[in-house]
C-alpha cells in the first residue's frame, strides 16, 4: 500500500471535522526549533537527531500562520489572476507546513508514542481549520476560477494538470456552492464524519463482542503451533487458561483453516459472518445515513450520485467503466470458480466430508488441497531469503532495469537506529535519499507502506529537488541464532513498496502536487503492483535467492510451483473481490432512499455470484469497513483495476524479457518520472500502445 499524502489527508480534514479551536500564543522561538530553522544537513535531510516531540505543536502553530500569509499574499495580490501567480503559488505556498507534517505524520504512523498521539490530537484540528479556510476563502477561489477560465485551454502537460487538480480540490471541498449551500455542506460533512467513525466503532465493537476460549487443546486440533501459541497469548493477555479466539480476521482464519472439528468451524462461522448486524452494535442504521449524506454531498455538487463523485478525477472515470470492467472479469472468473469447487468438493469427499461442503469447510478443505498440490512450505522458502541478501537482489533489479545505484548514506539522520539511509543516483544524478524500516516496533503500526518526508519538485529558483522516501516494513526480524529470514509473501511485500519508491525516486515533475505517487487512486498502484511480477522471475530470482547456509540456489521446481501457485483458487479469489466490487457500487450509484432492507440488498447482489450454499443469517455491509469506514467508497474496483493494468504492462516486459533495458527506459519515461502529471489513461497508452486490457489478467491467473 502507500500511505495517503498529506495534502490528501487535508481534504479528507475538511470532510471529518469543522472542529474551531483556538490558537494558543506560540512560544516557539524559531532559532531554537529545528523543525523551523534552515537544515544544513547533507540533501537538507531532516536533523532528526535534534527533533523532539515538544518541537511539533509549536512548528506547527508557527507554520500555519506563515501559511496563512502566504494564501493572504496570494489573495491580496492586486495584478490579474494568472498561473503563476495563482495556482504555482498555491502549490509552494505552506511549504513550512508541508515541512512538519512530512515529518510528524509519518512518524506518527512508525513511531507512535502516547506523547505523539496527543500532540496529533492537537493539532489535527488546527490543520483542519487552516484547509477550511483555504478552500472556503471566496476571493482566492475567484481567482482560481479566473485562472481555470482564461488559461485553461491554453496551458498543457504538467501546468495544465495542476490547474485541473487546484481546481478541481477547491469544487469538492464546495468553493462554488452559496453560501447557504455551503452551510449544508459542512454540516452534512460533520455528520459523515461521525458516521463513519461510529460505523467503525461498532464493526470494532462487534469483533470483540464475541470470543471463543477453549482450555481442551484436543479440540483444537489441527491448528500448527504457531496459531496456538497465538491463541495462547491471546488467552494470557486476558487472563484465562487455555486458549483464546476472538472475530478478528487472524483469528478466524486460525480456526476456519486449521481447526479438524467441523462443529468448531460452524460455530466460528456463523459468529463471524454477520458482524454489527442487528444487536447492540448494530450498523444498519448507519450504513443508511452514511448513503444518505453521501449522495446529498454528490448532488450538492452538481453529481447525480456519490460513485459519479468519486470517479471524476480518478482513471476510470466513470461508472460504466467500472461495471464494465467488473463484467469482463465476471464472465471469466465465474466458469473457473464454479469449476474450482467442484474440484474442491471432490477432494473434501475423498477426505471424508459427509454431506455437503459449507462455507465454514472451504478453507479447511482448500488448504489441505493446495497442500497436497504444492508440496511446497512457507518454511521451505525461509532460508532462500535472508534480508540482506533481498535487499541486494531489490537494488540490483533496481541498478540493471532503471539504472539506479544505492550508497550507504551514514552521514543521514534517521529517525530510529533501526533505519539505514542510503544515497540513490542515476549515473551522477541524486535521484533521492532512501531510507529503509525492516522490522516491527511497539510503536510502529502494523502493514507495509512506501512514504515520503518531501515530495519531489523543481522550487521557485528553477533548483530540482529531489525526495526523501521511506519504506516501512514489519518483517521477520533476526533470531540469536539465525539471521532475518523472509517469506515469499514478505520479499513479494518488498518489491510492491519498491514499486512505489521507484515512483517516487524516478519522478520528474515540476509541482510537488502532482509529482511522485500524487497520481489518482486507481493508478497509483501500477507501478507497485507491477514490481511484484519480478518475484517469480528466475532471472531475477537467480540473483540473490541462496540458501544462507549452503549457498545453494533456490531450486528451479521451487520456482515453478511459485509460479503455479498463484492460479490455485483464481477463479474463486476472483469472484469474491467482484462481488465486494460490485456490492460497492451498487450502493453508491443506487438512489439512498431505495436502500431500506441492507441484508436483502446484498443478497441480491450476491446471489448470482455464488458458488456456495447461502447462510441465511450472513451479512458482511455491516463491518465492510473499507467503504463506510475507509477510503474505499466507491473505490473497492480500485484492487481489481490495478491488477488489470499491472498485468497487461508487464505483458510487455515478458514479450521483450523481463530484464530488457529499452523496455524499461519506455516505461520510465511514460509512467514513472510523470507521477500525476499527465492523464492517467494517456501515460498508459503511451506505454502500452492501446488502452488496457483485460486479457493479459485472464492469462496469468489462468482463467483464459
Ligand atoms: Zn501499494
Not at 500532540?119 to 482560481?144: C, G, K
Not at 474463486?572 to 450509484?589: A, C, E, I, K, N
Request: net charge negative.
Amino acid at each position: 500500500m502507500r500511505k495517503i499524502p498529506f495534502l490528501f489527508l487535508f481534504f479528507l480534514f475538511v470532510m471529518q471535522t469543522n472542529a474551531q479551536i483556538k490558537l494558543k500564543a506560540v512560544p516557539a522561538k524559531p532559532d531554537d526549533n529545528p523543525l523551523l530553522r534552515q537544515w544544513d544537513t547533507p540533501y537538507q535531510t531532516p536533523p532528526f537527531r535534534s527533533i523532539r516531540p515538544e518541537h511539533y505543536e509549536p512548528a506547527f502553530q508557527a507554520a500555519i500562520k506563515a501559511a496563512q500569509a502566504d494564501i493572504a499574499f496570494i489573495r491580496d495580490n492586486s495584478d490579474t489572476p494568472n498561473f503563476q501567480n495563482t495556482i504555482v503559488a498555491l502549490d509552494r505556498a505552506g511549504a513550512l507546513v508541508t515541512r512538519v507534517s512530512g515529518l510528524f505524520f509519518n512518524l506518527l504512523e512508525c513511531d507512535a508514542t502516547p506523547q505523539m498521539q496527543d500532540i496529533a490530537a492537537r493539532v489535527q484540528p488546527m490543520l483542519t481549520e487552516y484547509s477550511n479556510s483555504v478552500f472556503l476563502d471566496t476571493l482566492l477561489f475567484q481567482r482560481v476560477k479566473y485562472v481555470y477560465e482564461h488559461e485553461f485551454e491554453r496551458l498543457t502537460g504538467a501546468d495544465k494538470m495542476l490547474l485541473k487538480n487546484t481546481y478541481d480540490d477547491f469544487l469538492d471541498n464546495g468553493a462554488n456552492l452559496s453560501n447557504d449551500q455551503k452551510k449544508v455542506f459542512n454540516e452534512i460533512s460533520v455528520e459523515l464524519s461521525n458516521l463513519t467513525l461510529s460505523f467503525g466503532q461498532n464493526a470494532l465493537a462487534a469483533t470483540n463482542s464475541w470470543q471463543l476460549h477453549l482450555t481442551d487443546k484436543k479440540r483444537l486440533k489441527g491448528l500448527p503451533d504457531n496459531e496456538l501459541a497465538i491463541a495462547a497469548q491471546r488467552a494470557k493477555d486476558h487472563h484465562v487458561e487455555g486458549y483464546l479466539f476472538d472475530l478478528s480476521h487472524p483469528s478466524v482464519n486460525a480456526i476456519l483453516t486449521y481447526a479438524d472439528d467441523r462443529a468448531l468451524r460452524k460455530e466460528m462461522y456463523l459468529h463471524s459472518c454477520n458482524k454489527a448486524f442487528g444487536g447492540e452494535f448494530d450498523n444498519c442504521a448507519n450504513i443508511s445515513r452514511i448513503l444518505t449524506c453521501r449522495e446529498r454531498i454528490a448532488q450538492l455538487l452538481g453529481y447525480p450520485n456519490y460513485a459519479a463523485y468519486a470517479l471524476h478525477n480518478r482513471m476510470a472515470g466513470n461508472s460504466g467503466q467500472v461495471y464494465d470492467l467488473l463484467n469482463q472479469l465476471r464472465e471469466a472468473s465465474l466458469p473457473a470458480a464454479q469449476k474450482e469447487l467442484q474440484s474442491l468438493r471432490e477432494f473434501a469427499k475423498q477426505e471424508g466430508l459427509k454431506g455437503e461442503l459449507q462455507r465454514w469447510d472451504f478453507a479447511y478443505y482448500s488448504e489441505k488441497q493446495k497442500n497436497k498440490l504444492y508440496n511446497l512450505s512457507t518454511e521451505q522458502l525461509k532460508p532462500y531469503f535472508p534480508l540482506d541478501n533481498v535487499i541486494k537482489g531489490v537494488f540490483s533489479l533496481a541498478e540493471h532495469l532503471y539504472d539506479l545505484r544505492f550508497e550507504p548514506a551514514a552521514d543521514v539522520e534517521v529517525y530510529h537506529p533501526d533505519v539505514t539511509a542510503y544515497y540513490v543516483y542515476r549515473q551522477d544524478r541524486l535521484m533521492a535519499v532512501l531510507y529503509l524500516d525492516f522490522h516491527p516496533r511497539s510503536t510502529k503500526r502494523s502493514g507495509a507502506w512506501m512514504t515520503n518526508f518531501r515530495e519531489q519538485y523543481i522550487d521557485a529558483n528553477g533548483h530540482d529537488v529531489r525526495p526523501l522516501v521511506s519504506l516501512v516494513m514489519n518483517f521477520t526480524p533476526s533470531t540469536g541464532k539465525t539471521p532475518s529470514l523472509l517469506s515469499f509473501s514478505e520479499v513479494t511485500t518488498f518489491l510492491h513498496e519498491f514499486g512505489h519508491a521507484l515512483n517516487g525516486m524516478l519522478s520528474d515533475v515540476p509541482y510537488a502536487a502532482i509529482s511522485g505517487t500524487n497520481s489518482p487512486r486507481d493508478f497509483v498502484e501500477l507501478p507497485s503492483q507491477l514490481n511484484e511480477n519480478w518475484a517469480t522471475e528466475p532471472e531475477f530470482l537467480n540473483t540473490f535467492a541462496f540458501h544462507y547456509k549452503t549457498g545453494e540456489p533456490l531450486p528451479e521446481a521451487y520456482i515453478s510451483q511459485l509460479k503455479e501457485m498463484r492460479r490455485f483458487m483464481a477463479g474463486y479469489s476472483s469472484v469474491r473481490q467482484l462481488s465486494f466490487g460490485y456490492l460497492d457500487m451498487m450502493y453508491h450509484t443506487k438512489p439512498a432512499q431505495e436502500i431500506t432492507d441492507i441484508q436483502a440488498r446484498e443478497l441480491e447482489i450476491f446471489k448470482p455470484l455464488d458458488v456456495m450454499p447461502t447462510v441465511p443469517q450472513a451479512c458482511m455491509s455491516t463491518s465492510f469497513s473499507h467503504i463506510f469506514a475507509g477510503g474505499y467508497a466507491a473505490g473497492y474496483y480500485g484492487y481489481k483495476w490495478a491488477e488489470m493494468l499491472e498485468a497487461d504492462a508487464f505483458s510487455v516486459f515478458q514479450q521483450n524479457g523481463v530484464m530488457d533495458r529499452e523496455t524499461a527506459d519506455r516505461y520510465v519515461d511514460a509512467i514513472l518520472s510523470k507521477g500525476g502529471s499527465e492523464d492517467a489513461m494517456e501515460m498508459f497508452i503511451r506505454f502500452r500502445g492501446r488502452k488496457p486490457s483485460v486479457e493479459a489478467l485472464l492469462k496469468r491467473d489462468g482463467l483464459k
